[in-house]
């Protein structure tokens, strides 16, 4: 069973608009969200993260929500660029116990 | 380089053959973790090591796959009776300290079992 969802498995976006990419989790004892970027042939990087006791955290064009009585989290990209285009992978985990839980991922394909 | 560095980058086998993967871990990181990512998968958590030590290896999936780190640096994950199965991109990462949090990732060894 599936403990963290992205059931989005591709977005496009034109460059300079929003992008918004979504993550549903079931475990409620998971308590730091991170997002990881792929671009191919290359392993993930890290981009950004939010702990539970937060409900939103910035940097830069990339912000991320997140709503813990809906288990859900999202990621905005503002404003899109060409060179965000990359899977993006949500994961989880109850800090500092249990190794990352990660989502199948988002490909997005931002436009020019 | 200062990265997590994996090899082989590309190993192909056939069914049946033992196959050694090797990570190198950003030097002075305590945590390393070996997760596997199948096609259209999200990696998925096979084990980790803080220290020497293996101190969680529940998602190991069965007794063919073993990992050793007996020096607390370089890693080798052993697969033994390779199957079709098995074939995935196989992810190091390291972190500087056990505590989950930012993993830094090599860019893969990628296994084809025949």
């Known amino acids: 069973d599936q403990q963290v969802k992205q059931n989005s498995p591709s977005l496009s976006v034109q460059e300079g608009r929003i992008s918004i990419l979504n993550c549903d989790y079931t475990n409620s004892m998971f308590d730091y969200f991170l997002w990881y970027k792929k671009y191919p042939a290359e392993g993930p990087t890290f981009l950004i993260s939010?702990?539970?006791?937060?409900d939103k955290n910035e940097d830069g064009r990339f912000t991320v929500f997140l709503n813990k009585s809906a288990k859900h989290l999202s990621l905005h990209i503002v404003p899109s660029q060409p060179g965000d285009s990359a899977v993006y992978f949500c994961a989880a985990s109850v800090e500092g116990n249990t190794p990352l839980v990660f989502g199948k991922g988002t490909r997005l394909s931002v436009i020019a | 380089g200062a990265g997590v560095s994996q090899t082989p980058s590309n190993k192909v086998t056939e069914k049946g053959k033992y196959v050694e993967l090797r990570c190198d871990p950003i030097?002075?990181?305590?945590?390393l973790y070996w997760y596997r990512q199948s096609l259209g998968q999200g990696p998925e958590f096979l084990i980790y090591?803080?220290?020497?030590?293996?101190?969680?290896d529940s998602g190991l999936p069965n007794d063919r796959f073993f990992a050793v780190r007996p020096e607390g640096s370089v890693s080798t994950l052993k697969i033994q009776r390779t199957e079709r199965g098995d074939s995935a991109v196989y992810l190091c990462?390291?972190?500087?300290?056990?505590?989950?949090?930012?993993?830094?990732f090599g860019e893969g060894s990628r296994l084809t079992v025949l």
């Open positions: 030097s002075g990181h305590t945590a």
């Open positions: 090591f803080q220290g020497t030590g293996a101190a969680d």
């Open positions: 939010i702990s539970s006791i937060k």
């Open positions: 990462a390291s972190s500087p300290h056990g505590q989950v949090g930012e993993l830094f």
